[in-house]
């Protein structure tokens, strides 16, 4: 399979390190100078390429770059793609890093946000987990405990393809639902960064409250780094995380 993937950060770097791993043809770009992007392409296994080759004659278009960063995207951009490329959104909005989108501040949902901007449907995936999951929580399949995460979106079939993928990077899949319904597994619930398996994490998606998911987003990231001196560990974050919702079934 053809894969492409804007941005090669913690999260888009590590999709497709893992992509390349299990046999795919992986192209990415960044906003790096070209002699910069070939070297972060040499350190994944990937191509380097220029955004606009990226988006033609790739079966599956990864989007993992900061929300705000939309806007700076070509309008038009997305009209070299074939109309039957999967566009999978991996970001989270956060007000302090992305500035004052008031859409999604009203409360529409991120990638439904994502969607409209770019003008092509999405599919929502690879956002409810923290770097360090996705890069080091992988397991086999049929593994016990194996972390799972949720997906969403508004086409059956691609969600299927991208399933496959999230399955060959070592994790279990939840279908949250539609597009719409992708609100669930964003910051702020209780299905966002907290590792969770698939009966557990059917359950958080279940628990999470639209209504009051931005204010634990926002009041969370202050409460986790205003007292400390120090980066929280990996481990720490994502007890934190499970702690903010006692329902959470690894809250305790």
């Known amino acids: 399979m053809k894969i492409g993937i804007i941005g090669t950060g913690a999260i888009g770097g590590t999709i497709a390190r893992k992509m390349v791993a299990v046999g795919h043809q992986v192209f990415v770009t960044n906003s790096a100078e070209f002699a910069e992007l070939e070297k972060r392409a040499y350190e994944l296994g990937a191509l380097p390429s220029s955004l606009e080759d990226l988006v033609k004659g790739k079966d599956v278009v990864i989007l993992s770059v900061p929300t705000i960063a939309i806007h700076g995207m070509s309008k038009t951009l997305f009209d070299l793609m074939p109309q039957d490329t999967i566009i999978v959104d991996t970001s989270n909005y956060y007000p302090f890093r992305d500035a004052d989108i008031e859409e999604i501040k009203n409360g529409k949902a991120e990638s439904m946000w994502v969607a409209e901007q770019i003008g092509r449907p999405v599919i929502k995936a690879f956002n409810n987990l923290l770097a360090e999951s996705l890069a080091s929580g992988g397991t086999p399949k049929g ?42 597994h964003q910051p702020g619930t209780p299905a966002y960064c907290t590792e969770l398996n698939v009966s557990d994490l059917k359950q958080a998606l279940n628990d999470g409250v639209r209504e009051v998911a931005a204010q634990i987003r926002d009041s969370a990231v202050i409460k986790l780094f205003a007292e400390r001196t120090t980066q929280p560990s990996h481990e720490e974050i994502v007890e934190f995380n499970r702690s903010l919702f006692p329902k959470n079934p690894k809250s305790e």
Request: charged residues 25%; without cysteine; glycine residues 12%.
């Open 143 to 184: 593994a016990p405990g194996r972390i799972a995460m949720a997906i969403s979106g508004d086409d059956p079939k691609a969600k299927e393809i991208i399933s496959g993928l999230i399955n060959q990077a070592g994790f279990d899949v939840v279908d949250a639902g539609d597009l719409e319904s992708s609100w669930r």
